[in-house]
Each structure stands twice: as structure tokens, then as C-alpha cells.
């Protein structure tokens, strides 16, 4: 399933905003070099049709598109993360636990 924020997460509901992002940043660390290529290559590719988007505008034209992409970037970027943690969040957990 596809969770566009970390409070979505069953296994993190306990957990505050600043814990949910340490366990996901951990689970992230677990991922073996392939699976962080990939994960860039994926974000990669749903960010760069918005940012080639934004050599068509000029001038003050492009600051309203500049924040929207701004704006656009965690939502877009966030899901992707999160799938790739999913398979790591138990280990993670169990080693913010172990640091408190």
C-alpha cells in the first residue's frame, strides 16, 4: 500500500512526527546500494517532468511555479520513501528503541 505520510503507517502510529522521520531515515540507511539506486532513479523520474516543466516560464512568471514545485516536492517524493522503507521499519524500530 502506498502511504503518503508517516502517520499513515500502521507501525508508526505510536510514534511523534520527529521519531517517525529518525525510524524512516534508519529504515532508509538498511537499503542495499541497488535498492538507493532505484529509489533515486524513482524519485528522479516523477520529479524531472516538473522541473522541465519550469524552463518554459520567465521573469516573475516562474516564482508562482517555483513554489508550487517547492510545495510539490515532499508529496511527491514522500510516498516513494516511504515504500521503499516499509520492509525495513521493524529492524529500524528496534534500533530507536535500543538508542533512546
Not at 532505484?38 to 519550469?54: D, I, N, R, W, Y
Not at 517555483?66 to 510545495?71: F, R, S, T
Amino acid at each position: 500500500m502506498i502511504y503518503f505520510f508517516s502517520s499513515q503507517i500502521p507501525e508508526l502510529k505510536t510514534f511523534k512526527v520527529r521519531q517517525r522521520q529518525q525510524i524512516i531515515a534508519i529504515a532508509l540507511s538498511h537499503l542495499s546500494p541497488m535498492h538507493k539506486i532505484v529509489l533515486s532513479v524513482c524519485k528522479l523520474a516523477f520529479l524531472a517532468p516538473l522541473f522541465l516543466g519550469l524552463a518554459y516560464f520567465e521573469g516573475w512568471m516562474l516564482l508562482p511555479w517555483l513554489l508550487l514545485a517547492g510545495l510539490s516536492y515532499p508529496l511527491i517524493t514522500t510516498p516513494v520513501e516511504n515504500m521503499f522503507a516499509q520492509p525495513h521499519l521493524r529492524k529500524a524500530i528496534q534500533e530507536f528503541k535500543q538508542g533512546e
